[in-house]
């Protein structure tokens, strides 16, 4: 299967795309947002892997022809998992928060989370293959994400207006990157439009509660007005403003301490289990 086949995009604005693997069908296929810029395009995540994301872009002519636009696409991970992270290593430009670099340079199967299944690939990229061998493949990240403080807010300009928030929580190097010009935020998985998810091994519930309050604020601010989640649909600032909330409002119940507590005791064993014999 050719990588024309394998996904397919939507234009949501200008210099804006929306792509999609269209054979994974799985609450855990991720939102790959593609973003033209003066400087420097970038790539907010790349899915599995399977097939190639930037011969994809180039056969799709998304980024133009103009003769100035010398620097290569530049792939930020929005944290490490596998959904989000699985196509990074097609890009000479890669990006990441500092928490997370190791993982991804190590190829750490237990820390990207790596669980898929063959009912989530309805059509086989290439004859024979099968689930079970996949592996997030490692890569050396080219930029490291580090914290600037300003304004109280973790930030690195990355395009224009485009700045990397560190949210923790959902895993250790989570980011959102804010369009402060478009008052757009690409929120990975820190936050979409469904259970979050605050029970994986490298999650933690009271960095969470922050993020979320991070996220309040910037609504009470008046500085998101739509969100590009790292799964499903876009959403807007009132809906954002009610799921991060409600998140606040829930963490700190007994029913969801113990509730997370043995979720993450379950998903330990279940990685460690699946990504046992190592890593590619």
């Known amino acids: 299967m050719s990588a024309t086949d394998w996904y397919a995009h939507k234009s949501i604005g200008e210099g804006l795309y929306w792509i999609q693997e269209k054979f994974f069908e799985s609450s855990n296929r991720a939102n ?4 033209r810029g003066s400087h420097q395009d970038v790539v907010i995540d790349t899915g599995l892997g399977l097939r190639s994301l930037p011969d994809y ?4 002519g998304l980024l133009g022809d103009d003769p100035q636009r010398k620097n290569p696409i530049l792939a930020i991970a929005t ?7 699985g196509g990074l290593h097609q890009f000479e430009q890669v990006g990441v928060h500092s928490a997370e670099v190791d993982a991804l340079a190590n190829g750490d199967n237990f820390e990207t989370v790596t669980w898929l299944s063959d009912r989530e690939i309805v ?10 061998g996949y592996r997030v493949k490692a890569v050396q990240p080219t930029h490291i994400l580090q914290e600037v403080l300003q304004c109280s807010w973790n930030i690195l300009l990355l395009n224009e207006s485009i700045f990397q928030v560190h949210m ?6 989570s980011i959102c990157l804010h369009d402060g010009d478009n008052k757009m935020l690409f929120s990975g998985d820190v936050v979409y439009d469904g259970a979050m998810i605050d029970w994986l091994p490298t999650s933690r519930v009271s960095d969470y509660v922050s993020s979320c ?3 309040v604020g910037l609504v009470d601010s008046e500085q998101v007005d739509q969100v590009m989640p790292g799964h499903y649909h876009t959403f807007g600032a009132k809906r954002l403003h009610h799921i991060a909330s ?4 829930r963490a700190g119940t007994c029913p969801a301490r113990f509730s997370t507590f043995a979720w993450r005791t379950l998903a330990g064993l279940a990685l460690r289990a699946a990504n046992t014999h190592g890593i590619c």
Do not use: V
């Open 32 to 35: 790959i947002w593609l973003l």
């Open 213 to 215: 309050e991070r996220l």
């Open 123 to 132: 059509q086989a990229p290439w004859p024979g293959w099968r689930a079970r």
């Open 168 to 173: 923790p929580g959902h895993s250790r190097g």
């Open 79 to 85: 944290h490490a998992h596998f959904d989000h992270s």
């Open 246 to 249: 409600g998140y606040i409002d």
């Open 57 to 60: 872009i180039n056969t799709k």
